[in-house]
């Protein structure tokens, strides 16, 4: 859409609701004059004055005022201010911008200007200059055409209440008092200082909705908070819209009341915690909800004998301060938000909603919806959004068949999605990475873009002035450095209640194309196959034939030994390579199709590949999870499970005297995240055993696509290094260091201590998982000193290193390699001086280290990851602003790796992709080539 008139693209209607709250006051007002006109008829007569209590009018008006629907008073859209609004607040024209509004289903975007003033969007379209002349002050942004949208809404977060740095006196997520605890508000323990806010608004969000935990059936109370900093600096000052039962002192009668929100889940969490199962979570549900049920129907009886005056033996209205919001449940004035995941968990709920007749707003989490679409619709009231993940599952049963495709297949059966955070589970800066990978794997362009913004502010109910860009909304403005839905977007400025939010962006420069969404591939087939095989569609690749040709292929790399090269790299159209594989080697390849003629080929044993302009290159290593020690991370009978500390405790005798553990010995094959990471690209994981303390033990390296540790080529390399953990707060950090110290001395007996030698020898890396820069500090000392006594250069590698930053220069002297998280938190006190990239800082820790010559390579934080790893250093790439090329981005994940993590002979697998790139969200991964088996594996 052009450029729109100034003021009268969306002149806000009256809602039907706020006219019937209109006639209710009335209604009020005069139940209320005749009780005043009886009253003082009857008290002439001075017969029955006594039934009539003193408070009668407050009590008619209670009842008359008991079922009105939440919503904003009728003149909500007149304001000429917002609530929020800070004085001060100087006007804002941002010109030129390219607008998603939000409005007509998410497929209207305006070119032109955004005036904000007072905390409001004053202006949409064209402003012209005379109109401004009001506005004193008025700063004045070039957007240059830039993208902007609504401030991001999330719909499910734990920020202030699972707050960063963790810290003991910070865990305000759960109470763990009760099945049941609807009386409970996630605003007492809103943290005012989570480090995460600010981190999250440079994100782009906005707007969170702050729930309890899931360990109870209820678990309390949520509230929608504002991010900004406030000047009250208070809990209560970033609410948004404050219900009035907030604090019972201030009900206004004269408006309607203002949503609330509630957390409920069922399924494994209340299991878990409880001891219990899902009947008695289920039990617990109907039982609360009878509690509330007979509280409401005494109520209604009392006001409907109240409102016909039958004042007689009354008394006082029913009520009870626990369970009154689970009655305004039942009044259809909360919106529930419902942890719930399997067929299983959503049928019991869906069959309370009936019994008790009240409404979800959501199911969260939710990864068996697309399953059951038509169970949802059976829901009482509202058919229930569902607030999922992008590719966050199988982490837990009630997760395992969780699925890419569920976005697309829910939406195609007429139901709402919304992507979630869950923060910080996921760090909600990257909440729209989430609706990025859910348009990837096939959302419609405007669905994903509502999907964190208008359809979760509709869903919270609050949609009358967040989550759109409408004249009289609330300012809630983000302008970004590409489209929204491209890989890496960055917020350039972002407006919460008009206020800029963020101090000095760095603002890099995003290729051209970045500007336009991505054209994402065709998944229609995987879509279909997911409902058709229950969540497990097979996931095992095709060999192809013997000799396969790839043509129409757009840029080819290649590893040689720890290094990537071009080969070559082509967008010019008609001038496309081509790539021939025999037997799983590149036996010629060209910039055309002359270079490689097929004539010379036995077309009976052939099989051709058009990758329509995508790529070839190197396959990427996955490490830093669990991947390929278990299918289902939670589930203990499908792991292998944690070594034993022998920091912590005693090892047993019959392990002998210096025991470590080899994590190729509990190796898993054909686990869904391996293949999944296979098909990603990621053909090689590296894995240490899993510990919990100190001593991991040794990491292997093996291939994700294989069914079993017998076939050829499953085993790259049965040890690749020795792993530690320095740290964890018991036994101290120091004697952690003293042990190591110890063993890296030679003070170690058995198998350990020979480990450890080939570790001071140079010949195997000791990988340390650390964050803090004290420790890494003391390690890199440490090092010096066994260095100094042997006079040989001990391999070390840091892994997670949140504060490796900090060191830079001495990491890269010291010859430290470092394995950082591509998107740092800081989660704890010891990571959490985090060097957060733009467009808080102009570097990345990736970046930083990088230029101070340290080896850099990727890690994923859990095995499900290890399918995004290909976007993650795409995304690393975009962040370092040019710094980094397309061979030093593939290098992150796959040599640099395979050197941090003493591989040998690095594996010269390569990925063949379709369309675009392994590194951006157009590519699709069509084949693995592989010159070690000899084949190419076709990915259907
Ligand atoms: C808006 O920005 C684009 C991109 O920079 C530019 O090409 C165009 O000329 C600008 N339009 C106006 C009216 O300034
Ligand atoms: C009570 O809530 C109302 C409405 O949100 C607010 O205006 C008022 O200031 C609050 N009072 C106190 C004491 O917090
Ligand atoms: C491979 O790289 C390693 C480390 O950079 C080097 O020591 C080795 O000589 C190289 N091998 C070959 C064959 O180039
Ligand atoms: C990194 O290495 C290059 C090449 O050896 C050298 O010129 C440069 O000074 C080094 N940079 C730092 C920060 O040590």
């Known amino acids: 859409m052009d450029k729109l008139p100034v003021y009268c693209t969306d002149a806000p209607r009256p809602k039907p609701q706020s006219r019937i709250f209109k006639s209710l006051l009335a209604a009020v007002l005069l139940a209320v004059a005749s009780l005043v006109w009886v009253g003082t008829t009857v008290d002439s007569q001075d017969k029955i004055s006594s039934k009539v209590p003193i408070n009668a009018a407050e009590i008619v008006q209670h009842c008359q005022l008991l079922d009105v629907q939440p919503g904003p008073p009728q003149d909500f859209h007149h304001r000429s201010h917002s609530d929020r609004f800070v004085p001060g607040t100087p006007p804002t024209l941002i010109k030129n911008a390219t607008i998603w509004t939000g409005r007509e289903s998410g497929n209207e975007v305006v070119n032109g200007d955004l005036l904000l003033d007072r905390g409001l969007v004053k202006a949409i379209g064209s402003v012209d200059d005379t109109s401004l002349l009001d506005y004193h002050n008025l700063v004045t942004i070039e957007a240059g055409g830039a993208w902007v949208t609504p401030g991001i809404v999330d719909i499910h977060s734990h920020l202030g209440v699972d707050s960063a740095p963790a810290l ?30 600010k981190l999250s608004v440079s994100g782009g969000v906005t707007t969170a909705n702050v729930l309890p935990g899931s360990a109870d059936a209820i678990g309390g109370q949520a509230f929608t908070i504002k991010l900004r900093p406030t000047t009250e600096r208070s809990s209560s000052a970033m609410v948004l819209e404050p219900p009035y039962s907030l604090n019972g002192t201030h009900v206004d009668p004269s408006l309607p009341p203002r949503w609330r929100q509630m957390k409920h889940a069922c399924g494994e969490n209340p299991s878990r915690i409880y001891s219990g199962t899902r009947m008695d979570t289920i039990w617990a549900f109907r039982q609360g909800y009878d509690t509330a049920r007979q509280i409401k129907q005494k109520q209604d009886e009392y006001c409907a004998k109240a409102l016909a005056g039958q004042w007689d033996g009354l008394g006082a209205f029913p009520e009870s301060l626990q369970w009154e919001a689970l009655v305004d449940v039942l009044r259809g004035r909360v919106k529930i938000h419902n942890h719930c995941y399997e067929a299983v968990d959503l049928d019991g709920i869906v069959r309370l909603t009936n019994e008790f007749k009240f409404s979800i707003a959501a199911f969260h989490h939710a990864h068996e919806t697309y399953l059951v679409p038509d169970l949802l619709k059976k829901a009482y009231g509202t058919t229930p959004a569902v607030a999922l993940f992008a590719t966050n599952a199988r982490y837990k049963r009630e997760a395992y068949r969780g699925s890419e495709f569920a976005p697309r297949i829910l939406t195609n059966n007429g139901l709402r999605v919304v992507m979630k955070s869950d923060h910080p589970v996921l760090n909600s800066r990257f909440l729209l990475n989430e609706a990025q990978q859910a348009h990837y794997y096939g959302l419609p362009t405007n669905l994903a873009l509502a999907s964190v913004t208008s359809t979760p502010a509709a869903v919270l109910g609050y949609d009358h002035r967040i989550g759109s860009i409408k004249l009289g909304y609330d300012a809630d403005i983000v302008v970004w450095d590409s489209h929204p839905l491209a890989l890496g977007a960055t917020p350039k400025q972002v407006y919460i209640d008009g206020v800029a939010q963020l101090k000095a962006p760095y603002v890099g420069k995003k290729p051209t194309y970045f500007q336009q969404a991505p054209k994402t591939p065709d998944f229609d087939r995987e879509s279909e196959d997911a409902v058709k095989y229950d969540g497990l569609p097979p996931l095992s690749p095709k060999k192809a034939k013997n000799l396969v040709i790839f043509n129409n292929v757009g840029s080819l790399y290649v590893k040689h030994n720890y290094s990537v090269e071009e080969i070559f790299s082509s967008n010019e159209v008609g001038k496309l390579g081509v790539v021939v594989v025999d037997n799983g080697r590149i036996t010629c390849s060209g910039l055309s199709p002359a270079a490689c003629p097929l004539t010379q080929y036995d077309s009976a044993n052939l099989q051709e590949i058009d990758l329509e302009g995508g790529s070839i290159s190197p396959a990427l290593v996955s490490f830093g999870s669990h991947l390929g020690l278990n299918h289902i991370d939670g589930e203990a009978s499908t792991n292998d499970g944690n070594v034993i500390d022998p920091l912590k405790s005693q090892v047993p005798g019959i392990l002998g005297q210096g025991s470590i553990i080899r994590a190729v010995d509990g190796l898993q094959f054909s686990t869904r995240d391996a293949l999944l990471a296979y098909r990603s690209g990621a053909t090689t994981g590296v894995t240490a055993p899993s510990s919990h303390g100190f001593l991991a033990g040794l990491s292997t390296a093996f291939n994700t696509g294989l069914p079993h540790k017998l076939v050829e080529g499953a085993i790259l390399q049965d040890v690749t290094a020795l792993h530690v953990a320095v740290g964890f707060s018991s036994p101290s950090v120091s004697t952690q260091i003293a042990a190591l110290r110890s063993l890296l001395l030679g003070q170690g007996v058995g198998e350990l201590a020979s480990y450890f030698k080939d570790v001071v020898k140079g010949r195997l890396p000791l990988v340390v998982k650390v964050e803090s820069a004290d420790i890494i500090a003391t390690l890199v000392g440490l090092k010096k000193e066994v260095e100094a006594q042997n006079g040989v250069a001990i391999r070390m590698t840091l892994v997670g290193a949140n504060e490796a930053h900090l060191l830079a220069r001495e990491l890269g002297e010291a010859g430290v390699g470092v394995i950082v998280s591509p998107r740092p938190f800081p989660g704890s006190w010891k990571s959490r001086r985090i060097l957060p990239g733009p467009p808080l800082s102009e570097d990345s820790a990736a970046t930083l280290l990088l230029r101070n010559n340290v080896t850099v390579g990727i890690a994923v934080e859990e095995q499900w990851a290890s399918r995004n790893i290909r976007f993650d250093i795409g995304w690393t790439a975009l962040e370092a602003d040019g710094k ?57």
Request: negative net charge.
């Open 884 to 940: 980094l090329s397309t061979p030093d981005a593939i290098s992150l994940a796959s040599v640099n790796l395979e050197q941090l993590l003493g591989i040998k002979t690095p594996n010269p697998d390569l990925v063949a992709v379709k369309q675009g790139s392994l590194l951006d969200f157009e590519g699709k991964v069509a084949g693995i080539i592989s010159p070690l088996r000899g084949l190419v594996d076709l990915i259907l």
């Open 168 to 197: 003991r006196g910070a865990a305000d997520t759960n109470s763990y008092k009760g099945l049941v605890l609807p009386w409970l508000r996630s605003l007492d323990g809103l943290n005012t200082h989570d480090e995460a806010y």
